[in-house]
């Protein structure tokens, strides 16, 4: 089993819908989890952290489920900019032992 | 402040030709990563750096070799290159104890035939 999963999608959604995305990690010693945004032939870029109690940044939400173990980014009213791969991250260790494993991706489309 | 940069973007290997991609920051970061990324395969950890004189081993590090001479370069090596090591090449850094999160320079494209 890969230590950090993610459905590669694509997802197809009109513009305005919501879609959400969900990574599963396997290792409970991870300890900061992460949303990359990755637009075509492009390096990645960080969207924002995962906190445990859950954060928004404008239409961007993602939570974190430690009992569980995976990562969710919800996406409100969908953009046509949006458009993109998205990459979750997760870290183990602290530090010097910080070691960070990212997902293979989920692709979203928003169409017109 | 250009934050992470990377050379070449492109470039084309014969089986057996050796190369360095070269990483460099300007953010003083502590900590720096080579990924490779393949189709389908995500961003996959070659070699990292913890600071000026320090590397180790990721998940993928066979074929490569990498030395931090100064703290703002991260040079990645193929002594000997194998069509298997076309890929995309992203450098990352970080800034160190207590940040987390990671700034890529754009990328090297390599093709080795």
């Known amino acids: 089993r890969k230590e950090v999963e993610q459905d590669p999608g694509p997802f197809n959604v009109p513009e305005g819908a919501t879609v959400a995305f969900n990574c599963t990690y396997s290792?409970?010693?991870?300890?900061?989890f992460f949303w990359y945004r990755q637009d075509c032939r492009k390096e990645p870029k960080l969207l924002m952290s995962v906190y445990s109690s859950g954060n928004e940044d404008g239409r961007f939400t993602a939570q974190l489920n430690r009992a569980s173990q995976y990562i969710s980014l919800l996406i409100r009213d969908s953009k046509l900019s949006d458009s993109a791969t998205y990459l979750c991250?997760?870290?183990?260790?602290?530090?010097?032992?910080?070691?960070?494993?990212f997902g293979r991706g989920t692709s979203l489309i928003v169409h017109p | 402040n250009a934050g992470v940069t990377q050379t070449p973007k492109f470039r084309v290997l014969k089986t057996g030709q050796s190369m360095t991609l070269l990483c460099a920051q300007d953010?003083?970061?502590?900590?720096m990563y080579w990924y490779r990324q393949d189709p389908g395969m995500g961003l996959r950890l070659i070699h990292y750096s913890v600071g000026e004189g320090t590397t180790a081993k990721g998940e993928v590090p066979d074929g490569y070799n990498v030395s931090r001479l100064k703290k703002q370069n991260f040079l990645l090596g193929l002594e000997s290159a194998a069509p298997s090591q076309t890929s995309v090449y992203f450098c990352a850094s970080r800034a160190g104890l207590g940040a987390d999160t990671q700034y890529f320079g754009p990328g090297t494209r390599l093709t080795v035939l």
């Open positions: 290792n409970s010693a991870s300890q900061s």
């Open positions: 991250a997760v870290n183990k260790g602290s530090g010097g032992s910080y070691i960070p494993t």
């Open positions: 953010m003083n970061h502590e900590y």
